[in-house]
């Protein structure tokens, strides 16, 4: 079998793997996910590359890598994951379902989240997850009634608010005092010593996760001493601590100018950083580093739309906000390229959609040489971007593909208008 280069140009033509993405747009329309099997598993195998790399090296103690499947849940994308051996990290009943329809394993699930329905806890301890990461004393009794009741003892690791400022989006910062998640640093000996005496509960470890899309590992070290003094302060007064969950939140390089570190480079320095103190099993919960360079959006230019003299140009794809959210909630940079090269001169546009919001941008003031009909790739759009979709101005959500070589699988059908009229009726 050849091996491809994940996402490339060929002789000015983008491809996926050995598939042009023409080509793909031709046999499957647009607006069009791709997602490219051979840069999932190289972003796994940077994660694997970064343990093998730190001191403790394969054989050391235990580094598990949860994927996050809310960063991208399709089925298809988390089988890859599931045949890597990888673990997964949850926050719905509704994720579980879909680990266990991809093929991974609930004794390799840890469920998080703030707000655990009485379902949604039975359903995670009948399946058996490896470990709930609870984020309030409320939540603690709660689990201790449901394990009691079913005749078990479920497994627990408080999520610490380590209070640490992660320097990313506001709505992407989870680990400073004043967001909803978390245990307080300062009321963790009172969660623990309340963990530590409910009857059906076994304390296994502690939990942090400080937010998303971050590009500097200095928060991320600051978290782990944290993590560690308390960890330490637990152990002293007899509650033992088996492993420290230090969640996800590496960013990726959007090419908007903040570079994260490489992924083994990263992972290496937080192994090795852990281990100074003494070395005790970790684990990681990335999504956005496994999934978002793998994917792109393709979508058709409807209309260039000229501007007034010194007005912007836009031009109108068949992609919008309802199919990519990230530019409109959290202002997010994505690259937006030509399919096809077109050689003379560029115009700057405002790239949106047919959505009827003046929010539904896809990317501003971008140099585009390009026709109506020419096709263009939002790119890393592996994560938070399909998941985020929605069925805004009735626009069912696009079909999803993972290029495999020069095989192609459709892992999400195209919605139609039917199926979504199908959900719904008129008045009696
Ligand atoms: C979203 C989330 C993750 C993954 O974050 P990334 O930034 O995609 O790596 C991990 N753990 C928890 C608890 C989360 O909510």
Redesign the pocket.
């Known amino acids: 079998m050849t091996k491809h280069a994940a996402i490339h140009r060929r002789d000015g033509a983008l491809h996926v793997e050995g598939v042009s993405a023409a080509s793909l747009v031709a046999s499957h329309g647009t607006p069009l996910f791709v997602y490219s099997r051979a840069a999932l598993m190289s972003a796994w195998d940077a994660w694997m590359a970064g343990i093998a790399a730190s001191n403790r090296g394969v054989n050391g103690p235990e580094v598990k890598v949860h994927v996050?499947v809310?960063?991208n849940s399709n089925l298809g994308v988390l089988s890859v994951f599931a045949r890597l051996g990888a673990g997964f990290?949850i926050?719905s009943g509704g994720e579980l379902r879909r680990v266990l329809a991809a093929g991974g394993k609930a004794a390799d699930v840890v469920f998080?989240?703030v707000g655990k329905s009485v379902e949604e806890i039975r359903e995670a301890l009948v399946a058996g997850v490896k470990c709930f990461?609870v984020e309030s004393i409320p939540e603690l009794s709660r689990l201790d009634d449901i394990a009691g009741s079913l005749g078990m003892k479920a497994p627990v690791a408080l999520?610490i608010n380590p209070d640490v400022d992660a320097n990313t989006h506001a709505y992407?910062t989870?680990g400073k005092k004043g967001n909803k998640?978390g245990i307080d640093y300062g009321d963790a000996r009172e969660a623990y010593a309340a963990a530590a005496s409910m009857a059906h509960l076994d304390v296994c470890g502690v939990?942090c996760?400080i937010?998303?899309?971050?590009t500097d590992t200095a928060p991320f070290i600051a978290a782990v001493d944290r993590v560690l003094d308390l960890v330490d302060i637990l152990e002293s007064n007899g509650i033992p601590i088996a492993h420290i969950d230090l969640?996800?939140?590496?960013?990726i390089d959007y090419g908007d100018g903040a570079t994260p570190p490489p992924t083994p480079e990263f992972v290496k320095t937080i192994l090795d950083h852990v281990d100074k103190r003494g070395p005790r099993p970790v684990w990681f919960?990335?999504?956005?580093?496994?999934t978002a360079a793998a994917g792109l959006l393709l979508s058709k230019v409807e209309y260039l739309k000229p501007g007034p003299a010194g007005g912007k140009n836009f031009c109108i794809i068949d992609a919008a906000m309802n199919d990519l959210a990230r530019p409109t909630v959290y202002g997010a940079f994505h690259r937006i390229e030509a399919v096809e090269e077109r050689v003379g001169d560029t115009e700057v546009y405002d790239v949106v959609g047919p959505v009827c919001e003046s929010g539904d941008w896809l990317g501003r003031a971008r140099e585009l040489n390009v026709k109506v009909g020419d096709l263009l790739a939002v790119r890393d759009t592996g994560?938070?971007s399909f998941v985020m979709s929605s069925n805004y101005n009735t626009r069912p959500r696009a079909a999803e593909i993972i290029v495999d070589g020069e095989s192609v699988h459709v892992v999400r059908k195209r919605e139609t208008v039917e199926q979504l009229l199908s959900m719904e009726t008129v008045l009696p």
């Open positions: 996050a809310k960063a990290d926050v998080s989240g990461n999520r992407n989870t998640f939990d996760h937010g998303s899309g971050i969640g996800g939140g590496l960013g919960e990335p999504g956005r580093s496994l994560a938070y």
